[in-house]
């Protein structure tokens, strides 16, 4: 009995340090095969798929007295969420100035950014700035430009291309390889083959 006794008193001392083994096995095999939690995924880069279409529509934007900045129409158009652009099939553009003036501007295709402010016009690109009167040197006759591409800038009034246009000035005629226009400041520098007709105005 004392040995019996002896063995059930060791068994009662080792018993919280074989309890706390144990424990500490099951809590590590719990670790080893529990599912990791999955990372957060990062943040998707927006992608140039479209995200909305327009068919048959209309834009029209405003300034702050109501009067209308610009109408954008097109036959059907695709909104891309990277750049934030619209590209336009069979676009026209009209855009009013500070003083009222019109700029129209039509195309095969067009990719604008929302406000309609500044448009990439593809494929047999026209832009017109019709004449203002104004008064003596101020006074500005039409201006047309024609290209396979043009850049315009609707509210600083600019004019861009890389290739090879055309521009009508009043009954005056230039063709170039390149243009950049700013109708602001009157500057106009075409480049690469540049050709000219100058028709004298009424005596």
């Known amino acids: 009995m004392a040995l019996l006794r002896e063995a059930w008193e060791r068994f009662l001392l080792y018993l919280p340090l074989v309890f706390m083994g144990t424990l ?24 140039h798929d479209p995200d909305y279409f327009m068919d048959g529509f209309t834009v029209k934007t405003f300034d ?8 954008v129409i097109g036959e059907k158009a695709r909104h891309y969420p990277d750049t934030q652009r619209l590209e336009i099939d069979f676009i026209r553009i009209r855009s009013f100035d500070d003083q009222g003036r019109l700029t129209t501007a039509t195309a095969n295709r067009g990719l604008t950014n929302e406000d ?5 016009l593809i494929g047999n690109a026209v832009v ?24 315009a800038f609707m509210n600083t009034e600019q004019v861009k291309s890389h290739k090879p246009v055309e521009l009508l000035r009043g009954r005056d005629r230039f063709t170039a390889d390149t243009l950049d226009f700013d109708n ?5 520098q075409m480049r690469g083959r540049v050709r000219g007709t100058l028709v004298p105005g009424p005596q």
């Open 24 to 47: 500490a096995l099951v809590t590590y095999w719990l670790v080893q095969t529990t599912p990791q939690a999955a990372a957060p995924a990062a943040q998707r880069a927006p992608s």
């Open 64 to 71: 702050a007295t109501g009067r209308m900045r610009s109408e």
């Open 116 to 120: 309609g402010s500044e448009v990439q």
């Open 128 to 151: 017109i700035r019709e004449s203002d009167p104004g008064q003596g040197a101020k006074a500005t006759p039409r201006m047309e430009y024609r290209g396979e591409f043009l850049h």
């Open 184 to 188: 602001v400041e009157q500057v106009l």
